[in-house]
């Protein structure tokens, strides 16, 4: 039987990436969306016409109940749950001193509670089953902190502490967390930087250019891969060589 792989903020970027990757590698994909539904719908058709097994469902990965019902929606269509790739994620660039109450309370519903939402609905599936693997998107700047991100930051951090946390509570269970701490990966979500700080960035990269969806969305493969069954509660730095 084919296993399921749930990958949350798949409507684009790294989650898509991985959405195709996984399709086409024979996996059952839930492609989670929350905002984007044309181009969550476009991509599990595109998907489906090819011959996979795919659905698109909407949650917002801050709202336990929304998550609650997209897992058990997954385990009717799919029958199980084996992967769960918590992917969604918001950035936002700020000086601390203008972060408000509803700008923190939003970067830590998202890309934390987030997390914790999808892993303790997940969970009680993978455990029954004695075997699961949990891939959590962090981000280096959740490693070294970033200036005028001070919310993405802590709440990329969190993710980290949460994966190496998890990763020892349900080892015993046959369930393995990683955490993947990407550097700067080519995707909308740094279309606001502008062409000149790219640039100023890139130069300061070893490998001397940004990442791609696709290569974030293989280190995801493997991770989710039986060659990853030893490893658990890492940190796998994915950044051209800029954090070493
Ligand atoms: P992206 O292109 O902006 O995609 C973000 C995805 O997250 C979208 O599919 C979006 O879905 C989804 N999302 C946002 N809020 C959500 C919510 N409340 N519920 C469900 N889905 C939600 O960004 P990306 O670059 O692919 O980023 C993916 C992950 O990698 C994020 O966690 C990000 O922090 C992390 N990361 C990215 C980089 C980078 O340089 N790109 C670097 C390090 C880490 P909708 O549009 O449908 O709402």
Redesign the pocket.
Known sequence: MSKTVII??????????TAILFAQKGYNVVL??????A??LLLQKSLCEQGHNVIAY??????KLEVDLMIKEAIYRFGSVDILI??????RSSLFTDISEFDWDEMM???LK?VFNCCQAALPEMIKNKSGKIIN?????GVTGASCEVH?SAA?AGVIGLTKALAKEVAPSGVTVNA????????????EISVEDLADFVNDVPLGR??T?DE?AQLCFFLASDSADYITGQVIGQNGGYVI
């Open positions: 949350t903020g798949a409507s684009k970027g790294i989650g898509a990436a989670n969306y929350n905002n984007s539904a181009a969550a909407k949650a917002n990965v801050a709202n918590n992917n969604a994620g918001i950035s519903n998202v890309n987030g998107i962090s981000s280096m700047w993405y990329k993947i701490a990407p550097g700067i990966i080519d995707t909308s979500m740094n279309a940004m990442g969806a974030v």
